[in-house]
Nanobody, 126 residues
Framework: VQLQASGGGLVQPGGSLRLSCAAS????????MGWFRQPPGKEREFVAAIRWGGVSIHYADSVKDRFTISRDGAENTVFLQMDSLKPEDTAVYFCAADHTRIIVSAIGRPDQYDYWGQGTQVTVSS
């Protein structure tokens, strides 16, 4: 099973981008799917996560009210709508997934996810 992320690019501050991540290969439903990012010279950090059904959604404080995570109910596909982008949002964005129901207190931990996409570059600059 592979996760394929797409949608990154160069955007001006205040602009928007929409990232997508789809699973290829045969696999059962991913219960938890999420997005992480790694800014230049920094460690990977949590951005957002969503559980099956879309009822349980979680965001990092730094992106709350600007980013929206969603998923396709029928497929193992997750999206990240990013609005009001700032230069500090510049990073490589990774999608992640797991077949288990990751508890809320651990949903932001990269080691909780078994599957990872290859990353897509997002650059916010004028």
């Amino acid at each position: 099973v592979q996760l394929q992320a797409s949608g990154g690019g160069l955007v001006q501050p205040g602009g928007s981008l929409r990232l997508s991540c789809a699973a290829s290969g045969r696999t059962s439903r991913f219960y938890t799917m999420g997005w992480f990012r790694q800014p230049p010279g920094k460690e990977r950090e949590f951005v957002a996560a969503i559980r099956w059904g879309g009822v349980s959604i979680h965001y990092a404080d730094s992106v709350k009210d600007r980013f929206t995570i969603s998923r396709d109910g029928a497929e193992n596909t997750v999206f990240l709508q990013m609005d009001s982008l700032k230069p500090e949002d510049t990073a490589v964005y990774f999608c992640a997934a797991d077949h288990t129901r990751i508890i809320v207190s651990a949903i932001g931990r990269p080691d909780q996810y078994d599957y990872w996409g290859q990353g897509t570059q997002v650059t916010v600059s004028s």
